[in-house]
Structure formats: structure tokens, C-alpha cells
């Protein structure tokens, strides 16, 4: 007897049968009533919510939008909303003896510019060289570099830079700490505790990759100045990498109508609007009367602009004054730019909800756009609905042809507000859908972040500093960003040149696996809808499962440099400096 029949006669003598005809049936019956009671009115539910939303993002938007004509149509700049004149016209007039030259410039108010950085290699020297060549008198303004690099050539690199200004004049501190505690909240609250920022009134922030003109001074400050009730002055961000791969034109577009309609329509209407962290100009009693800088969020400028707007202060948004900055170009970067910017916010809004409702500052529409239109509908609503609704309600819709989704909440709504963002940038028009897609896809990762800011746990504290590329992804010679070297001291068995080493990935970090999973999905529900279900969302989830994919699969953004040329273009390091050669 063999085992099989052995096996054969031991299954037959069990005194159980399975009538597995009688388990399909089961299943099935427990199946159809999840699906009637439980599956069908749980997806109801989230398109319910979703349209509800989406009405409220719809209504946002169309406010926003109707602020931003109105200010254009009459003209309302801040210059005519508030008072503006120049500080010290007789100092900077042309041929004025020294007499007048020293009383203009008592005229003008001691400014603290801040320049917060860590590990900015590429960068580093345009960020100092433009706050060294604003337009301000030199005894009337102090450069404070607070620099958190770990990298000890860096570390010297800046160091180095600041002395090479120094002496040329510029009245520059360089300060470093000994820990990073706070990240960049920690760094800007450490800097003001110095003895000469006493004398100082107004501080200037510009992260390492800002760019100033040399009048952003002489054009923001007059507004702190003449208006003891402005507490900041925000200026608008200019991209010089804009138009380098298509993922730095979406944040273009993005940021644009975050700028031209978003913070325009706050300044106006409310006086507040969100802090972007650089390319501002604050009062120093201003912060302090708020509790000076907080590091309990990653976005410890949204932070002290929320708790200043409850002392009463407000803020003014001067959309003309452009500040040059860098767009993270490669997909990691922005990643991990729009956690923080996802989560925080998320994170702030549980942390400071009673305050705010207890506030008595403050009037009861200004508490109800805090909540209402600053931090549910921009904070929360916009990433839940994006995510929820278009990638994954719609295409789980095609499997319950009892759920029918209203075209107006398909197709108008949708297209009217993103018209309505694609305002911002006109000549990107043409990259609107895709530009809608890929917002989309990022939704994945927002509402992952915002989920985590929300329930206080897993990186909800994670900092990231966004990595800055200058010019390294372009083509440089190995002599470019020499400097005037003063003293080199090398070992003659070291070479001058290092040895390239191998950009190395590991498989798992090459791919980026959850929007391969979420696309995959989505195409597998649109080859349902066209095989079976006939709703026509067929199009929609096609390109939206694609545009999953080619984010997958790494085929957006720029690539980072693959080789590590530490020696070749950080060759401007020196080991000794002296103001003479200088």
C-alpha cells in the first residue's frame, strides 16, 4: 500500500466531511453582505467626504482668486495700504560731504541678517556674498552666519569665506554651537543671545541658497519702520533653476500660486499669512513678544507666525521684492522637503488648536481663518482629498457599480480650481495636467506625513535638510571655485587629486516602491473599468497609474552627482587666510 492510498483511506474513515460547494457559498454570502453593509457604505462615505471637501478647497480657491483681481484692478500695493518712504534719502544722495553722510546714517536702524546653514558646500558663497553686498550703511548692519555643518571642511570653507569679507570691511560674525538641538529653530534662537544683537531692531533671514538684491533692504525695512504694528515683511521667491527638468517647474507653478495668491490674499484680507523661513524681514520685539523661536514642529516659521498674529501684530506681503533661491531638482530632495512641509504644519495645528480657541487677542474671523481656512482646508483637507478621492475613491469606484460619482465633483469642480491654481504661472499652462498628475502622485507622501503630524509618532520630528546642488550636477572644470589659495600644506604621500569613488545604490533604495504598488493598482482598476465595469474613468486612471510609475521608477527630476569630487570642487578650501593677500 502506498502513501497516497494510505492517506486516500484515512480521509475517508474522518467521521467530518467538507462540502466545499457549501464553503463557496458561505463565503460568497459573507462577501455580499460586507460588501452591502460594510465596503459599499464605507467608500459612500469617503466620497461624501471627499465632495465636501473638494467644495471647500473649490470655494478657497475661488476667494483667493477673487482677492488677487481685486488688488490688481485697483492697485492695492502695500505701499498704498501702509506707509512707505525711504530711510535716509540725504545719505544716499551722490557727493553729500561727510557731515551729512554721518547724519543720514544714524538715520537708518540697526539690521541683523541671518544666514542659518549646515553641510553647504555648493552654495555657501552665494548666500554670503549677497547679504555682504546689500545696500545698507556698513555700521548700521550686522551678518551673522550660524553655521551647524558637520562636515569640518565645510565647516572651514565657511569659516573662511566669512573672514575673507571681514576683511574687506563687512561688519560679518561667524558663529557655530556645540550641538544642533532645535535643528534650524535652535541655531536662529541661539544667534539672538549674542551681546551685539542688543543694538540691533530688525533681523533678515535668508537660508543658505538665497540671494538678495542689493536694495532688499532699502525696500522692505521702511515698512517695519514707519508701521509699529508690522511685525514681518515677506518677500516673494525668484527660482534660478526653474526651467531645469520638469519636476522644478511643477514647484514653480506650485509656488508661484502660493505667492501671488495665497500669501497676497492673507496680507490683504488678514493681515497673517504662513512665514516661508527665509527672504523675510522681522521686528526683534516681535518675536520676543511672541516666545521667540520654538523647535516643537518642523516648521518653526509657521510656528512663530501663528503665535505672533495672537499677540495682534500683522503681516505685510511685498510681492515685488524677488528673492533668488534654489529648487531641490532631484526627486529624494523634494521628498523629503514636502514631509517636513506636510507634517509640521499637521503637527502645529494639534499642538496649537485650544491656544487658539482660547486666545483673546485676537477677533473670532481671525480665529476661524486660523483653523478653518489656514490649517484644515490648506493644512489638511488639500492633501486628504487629493489622495483619498482622486487615487483611491474614484478608482475603487469601478468595482460597486452601485457608487456613482456626480460629474460636477469628476470633472467642473476639479478643472475650476485647477485653473484657478494654474493662474500662477501662465506660461506653464501647457504643463497643467501633467503638473495635476504628478501633485497627485506627491499626494501619496503628504497625506502620509500629514497622518503622522496629526497623531504625534513616527518621523514626525524627522529634519532633513533639503540638499542643495548649485552647480554640481553641471559640467565644471576641475580649477572652477579656486580661490586666491594663501598657504597649502600637504604630505607629498597624499595626492593632491582624490581618488573618485563609486556612487553605489542599493536595489531597495533605487525604486520607489509605494508609488510602483499605488500605480500598478490603479492601472489594474482602470483594465476593470474597461473590461468590465464601463464607466469610462478608463483615460483618467491610465495616465494617473502611469504618471505613479514613471515617479516609481525614479524618471523624474535631475540625477545627483555620481562621483564624490570633494577634492575638485570644494578645491577652495585653505588652510590659512591673511587680510593682506586678500
Excluded at 236 to 251: A, G, P, Y
Excluded at 461 to 488: F, Q
Excluded at 494 to 522: H, M, Q
Excluded at 551 to 569: D, L, S
Aim: aromatic content about 14%.
Amino acid at each position: 500500500m502506498d502513501a497516497g492510498a494510505g492517506a486516500a483511506r484515512l480521509w475517508d474513515e474522518l467521521p467530518v466531511r467538507v462540502d466545499w460547494a457549501a464553503v463557496a457559498a458561505q463565503c460568497a454570502y459573507a462577501w455580499a453582505q460586507a460588501r452591502a453593509f460594510v465596503v459599499v457604505p464605507a467608500i459612500r462615505l469617503l466620497v461624501v467626504l471627499s465632495l465636501a471637501m473638494t467644495v471647500m478647497i473649490f470655494l478657497q480657491k475661488l476667494f483667493v482668486a477673487a482677492v488677487f483681481f481685486t488688488v490688481k484692478a485697483f492697485g492695492l500695493k502695500p505701499e498704498r495700504r501702509y506707509r512707505w518712504r525711504p530711510i535716509g534719502t540725504a545719505a544716499a544722495g551722490d557727493g553729500e560731504d561727510e557731515e551729512a553722510l554721518l547724519g543720514g546714517s544714524a538715520a537708518f536702524p540697526v539690521v541683523l541678517v541671518q544666514i542659518p546653514m549646515y553641510n553647504e558646500r555648493e552654495v555657501y558663497k552665494l548666500s554670503i556674498g549677497a547679504a555682504c553686498a546689500l545696500e545698507w550703511p556698513a555700521e548700521r548692519l550686522v551678518i551673522q552666519v550660524l553655521d551647524d555643518s558637520t562636515d569640518p571642511v565645510v565647516k572651514d570653507l565657511v569659516e573662511i569665506e566669512c573672514k575673507r569679507w571681514k576683511c574687506k570691511g563687512v561688519n560679518i560674525k561667524y558663529e557655530v554651537r556645540g550641538n544642533r538641538k532645535g535643528y534650524k529653530a535652535g541655531a536662529l534662537k541661539e544667534g539672538l543671545k549674542h551681546s551685539y544683537v542688543q543694538e540691533c531692531e530688525y533681523i533678515a533671514m535668508f537660508d543658505a541658497d538665497f540671494q538678495p538684491e542689493s536694495d532688499f533692504l532699502l525696500r522692505t525695512v521702511p515698512f517695519l519702520v514707519h508701521n509699529p504694528d508690522i511685525a514681518l515683511v515677506q518677500t516673494r521667491w525668484k527660482f534660478v533653476n526653474s526651467d531645469e527638468c520638469l519636476l522644478t517647474r511643477f514647484q514653480e507653478m506650485s509656488l508661484d500660486y502660493h505667492f501671488k495668491f495665497e500669501q497676497e490674499a492673507g496680507s490683504v484680507i488678514y493681515s497673517f499669512f504662513g512665514f516661508n523661513g527665509t527672504a523675510g524681514v522681522w521686528r526683534i520685539s516681535a518675536i520676543d513678544d511672541a516666545g521667540g523661536w520654538k523647535d516643537r514642529t518642523t516648521v518653526e516659521d509657521m510656528d512663530l507666525a501663528v503665535r505672533t498674529t495672537l499677540q495682534g501684530w500683522k503681516f505685510v506681503y511685498v510681492g515685488d521684492v524677488k528673492v533668488r533661491s534654489e529648487l531641490p531638482s532631484t526627486f529624494k530632495a523634494y521628498r523629503f522637503q514636502q514631509h517636513r512641509w506636510s507634517c509640521g504644519p499637521a503637527n502645529l495645528f494639534k499642538k496649537m488648536m485650544v491656544e487658539i480657541l482660547e486666545n483673546k487677542k485676537v477677533s473670532f474671523l481671525s480665529k476661524i481663518h486660523l483653523l478653518y481656512d489656514f490649517f484644515f482646508v490648506g493644512k489638511i483637507a488639500a492633501h486628504t482629498v487629493t489622495f483619498i478621492y482622486y487615487c483611491f475613491a474614484i478608482p475603487v469606484s469601478v468595482f460597486f457599480p452601485e457608487i456613482q460619482i456626480p460629474l460636477w465633483g469628476m470633472v467642473y469642480v476639479p478643472t475650476v480650481i485647477t485653473i484657478c491654481k494654474a493662474l500662477g504661472s501662465p506660461s506653464s499652462f501647457h504643463l497643467v495636467i501633467l503638473w495635476v498628475l504628478f501633485e497627485n502622485v506627491m499626494s501619496l507622501h503628504r497625506i502620509k506625513a500629514a497622518t503622522t503630524g496629526l497623531l504625534d509618532a513616527g518621523r514626525v520630528n524627522e529634519w532633513v535638510v533639503t540638499e542643495k546642488l548649485g552647480d554640481a550636477n553641471k559640467a565644471k572644470s576641475a580649477t572652477d571655485g579656486l580661490d586666491a589659495v594663501k598657504v597649502i600644506d600637504v604630505d607629498l604621500t597624499t595626492p593632491l587629486v582624490p581618488k573618485l569613488k563609486k556612487w553605489r545604490i542599493r536595489f531597495w533604495d533605487k525604486y520607489n516602491f509605494s508609488e510602483i504598488f499605488v500605480g500598478t493598482l490603479i492601472i489594474i482598476c482602470g483594465c476593470y473599468d474597461v473590461l468590465y465595469a464601463k464607466k469610462g474613468y478608463y483615460i483618467y486612471l491610465f495616465v494617473q497609474g502611469l504618471a505613479f510609475l514613471v515617479v516609481g521608477f525614479e524618471y523624474i527630476g535631475t540625477r545627483p552627482p555620481r562621483t564624490e569630487q570633494a577634492g575638485i570642487n570644494g578645491a577652495d578650501s585653505v588652510v590659512m587666510i591673511d587680510c593682506v593677500q586678500v
